[in-house]
């Protein structure tokens, strides 16, 4: 595997990106098609007779079109992640590889919302910079914060 590839600028890994999950999109695209071939819209309303919940079917739709949008076709660094992510411009504008070649990391408040949702992300700068993003991928920690809270669950 290219790893350094895989190694987004902020220190993310982005096979563990929800939004690169090829799996989730490719399913989300073939329900929403099967449900349109079906006319489920047509369906629900006639459940949604007996069963309320089916009065909620166009914001199933809704929810399920928000979740294909999220789709990410290509690693941040060669391309993918936000439109507009000034931790992707201030590492560029820096000629760095990456915010683990950054002295001032520890105290950026642009990796701030990124610490909240990836617990491990200092970790990983930590090992990126050690390692280098060529090498570093397999000792990598859980990538969202719910992954973590279930784990320390499971463990407790
Ligand atoms: S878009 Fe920004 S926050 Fe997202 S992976 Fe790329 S560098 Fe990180
Ligand atoms: S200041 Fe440093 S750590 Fe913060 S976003 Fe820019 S390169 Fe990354």
């Known amino acids: 595997m290219n790893e350094k590839k895989f190694t987004a600028w902020c220190g993310l890994c982005c096979i563990d990106c929800i939004p690169s999950n090829k ?11 099967k449900l349109s071939y079906l006319q489920f819209d047509e369906y629900a309303k006639l459940k949604a007779e007996k069963n309320p919940a089916f009065e909620d079917y166009p914001v199933f739709i809704k929810v399920l079109k928000e ?8 690693p941040c660094r060669e391309g993918g992640g936000k439109p507009v992510c000034e931790i992707r411009n201030c590492v560029q504008d820096k000629g760095y590889l990456g915010c683990w070649e950054c002295g001032d990391r520890r105290s950026c408040t642009k990796l701030d919302y990124l610490r909240s949702v990836h617990p491990s992300l200092d970790y990983h700068l930590d090992l990126i910079g050690k ?26």
């Open 67 to 74: 979740i294909k949008s999220l789709k990410c076709s290509m």
């Open 131 to 156: 390692y280098g993003p060529e090498n570093w991928i397999s000792k990598r920690g859980i990538h969202y914060r719910w992954q973590k809270e279930s784990a320390e669950k499971t463990k407790s």
């Open 23 to 33: 799996d989730l999109f490719n399913l989300a695209h073939k329900l929403e098609e």
